[in-house]
């Protein structure tokens, strides 16, 4: 009889498909939400790690830096190999049921799913806003260990409404109605947004959360991801952390990189002024219909979009075709000024 590997593994686990994030061959790469500018590392850095020693388990001099430009306690932060990390770590935490609106950040599933958690999904309202009603109901339903808002939200590129995020705060942290759960802001695309984030208001509700990451800002090689939370869930967290998730050279790397604020600020100034700019012209385009965004990526609909991803991609421009999470509709990252105007004038073509 042959063995079936299969059967040896949950069924939660059977149900899944691996994350693709395959390498497709293309010459302007517009799909990851990554930043079009790099850094350069310099012999220095690189020569300074030890490779035969473990990393520093806490990242005290990465943690120093960022406290220190945040202006926040590094006792509330804690590092994670890329966010994505601190997800897994906060559902092992706090379990489910995981709640979430539709559409989001596919990972808040896959990571539900792959612990065996009950996922609880909330359509957006037509405007891409939280729907307060049916989340506040579920709550008292369900009472989910973890709510998952990501603002503003991958990928509809919107930022939810603060007073109805702090309303399902305010509403998760009631004690006396036993209904706290905890609830994660995902701040991924904050320091392209107008609005000013969570980070001070995380003083005033003990149950929220803020999760950042380096990955969208110019860093997404070196997987660093970091929460601010209250000392206590840092503290559960750093229970189930693995001791050493951030290597050596993402410490030291990120480290010396991070000081290069200006530079940082610069790039995100040039994309922020580009995404407008790329608004524009898809706005012009017969056919498309873009959602505004206070990300550095821009979500649009257009009818046939299978069609208009593979003519894309055949000339070189590569997008994220969004059919399974936002039928028709397909999601650009902000580009370099010439990746920008190339996808614009690809995307004239194909149309046509
Ligand atoms: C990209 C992204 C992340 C993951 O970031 P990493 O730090 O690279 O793991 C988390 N949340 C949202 C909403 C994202 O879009």
Sequence with gaps: MKLSIKSLVGPNIRSLRAYSAKEIPCSVKLDANESPYGFEIADKILKSIKTNRYPDPEAKTLKKIIAKNLRLNPENIVFGNGSDELIYYLITVFGGPVLYPVPTFSMYGIISQAL?????????????????????SLIKKEKPGIIFLSSPNNPTGNCFSSERILKIVEFASSLVTRHSSLVVVDEAYQPFSSEKGFLPMLND?????????????????????????????INEVNKVRLPFNLNSISQA???????????????IGLITSERERLLNELWKIRGIKPYPSEANFILFKVKNSDKIYYRLLKKGVLV?????????????????????????????????
């Design 253 to 267: 790397v990120a480290a010396e990189l991070i000081k290069n604020l200006k530079t940082i600020k610069l790039h």
């Design 205 to 233: 509700y003990k149950n929220l959360v803020s999760l950042r990451t380096l990955s969208k800002i110019g860093f997404a090689g070196l997987r660093v991801g970091f929460m601010i939370a209250d000392k206590e869930i």
């Design 116 to 136: 065996g958690e009950k996922r609880i999904e909330v359509p957006l309202d037509d405007e891409f806003d939280l729907d307060t009603d049916r989340i506040l």
């Design 320 to 352: 994220r075709n969004m059919k399974d999470v936002v039928n028709g509709c397909l999601r650009v990252t902000v580009g370099t000024k010439q990746e920008n105007s190339i996808f614009i004038k690809t995307l004239k073509e194909v149309m046509k």
